[in-house]
T-cell receptor
Framework: GAGVSQSPSNKVTEKGKDVELRCDPI?????LYWYRQSLGQGLEFLIY????????KSGLPSDRFSAERTGGSVSTLTIQRTQQEDSAVYLC????????????????FGPGTRLTVL | SQKIEQNSEALNIQEGKTATLTCNYT??????LQWYRQDPGRGPVFLLL?????KEKRKERLKVTFDTTLKQSLFHITASQPADSATYLC???????????FGAGTRLFVKA
């Protein structure tokens, strides 16, 4: 597609339920990032993929959060046993690559998934 | 630890004036710095990247400076327009360059 797409655009769930958020990056982009943004706050890094592997999972808030990427393309962020503090906008971005000092690091963001945990 | 600071207070300016936003960082020496624009309800959009060996970068009405001694970047919008109203984020790679750290952003309001 022309840009990064995310689904669903909005998700309302009950506390304790599991949710899956999907990201479809720009074709050919090897790097994929997940961020979380709470209302009025900056972007909080969650996880980064290079291809199918995740060399940096340092931002995942707890073991309830996991992510995978298959075929070097689509990625899924899963939140198990959701809590109210998980409510936020989850943003996905992709870039051509991720090597220090390179303009390959320009990130293209999707529109986000707004998650509300009741 | 690596830290990025942007002015959390909103910047209000009159149309036609130059807006100047500041990004300060501490505890590391990034190879480059990026600026993004974010509109309400949307993901950030890349604007400019400036490398550590570049003092200044321009793109249309935008100008970015990068002072590695002061550990500061300034982002200027000349001849500002109401359509420039948005939140502007600076972003830097962490040590190792595999992750991007974003500042909290500065909200700009341009009044007609």
């Amino acid at each position: 597609g022309a840009g990064v797409s995310q689904s669903p655009s909005n998700k309302v769930t009950e506390k304790g339920k599991d949710v899956e958020l999907r990201c479809d990056p720009i074709s050919g982009h090897t790097a994929l990032y997940w961020y979380r943004q709470s209302l009025g706050q900056g972007l909080e890094f969650l996880i980064y993929f290079q291809g199918n592997s995740a060399p940096d999972k340092s931002g995942l808030p707890s073991d309830r959060f996991s992510a995978e990427r298959t075929g070097g393309s689509v990625s899924t962020l899963t939140i198990q046993r959701t809590q109210q503090e998980d409510s936020a906008v989850y943003l996905c971005a992709s870039s051509l690559g991720s090597s220090g000092g390179s303009s390959y690091n320009e990130q293209f963001f999707g529109p986000g998934t707004r998650l509300t945990v009741l | 630890s690596q830290k990025i600071e942007q002015n959390s207070e909103a910047l209000n300016i009159q149309e036609g004036k130059t807006a100047t936003l500041t990004c300060n960082y501490t505890n590391y020496s990034p190879a480059y710095l990026q600026w993004y624009r974010q509109d309400p309800g949307r993901g950030p959009v890349f604007l400019l990247l400036i490398r550590e060996n570049e003092k200044e970068k321009r793109k249309e009405r935008l100008k970015v400076t990068f002072d590695t001694t002061l550990k500061q970047s300034l982002f200027h919008i000349t001849a500002s327009q109401p359509a420039d109203s948005a939140t502007y984020l600076c972003a830097l790679p962490n040590t190792g360059g595999f992750k991007t750290i974003f500042g909290a952003g500065t909200r700009l309001f341009v009044k007609a």
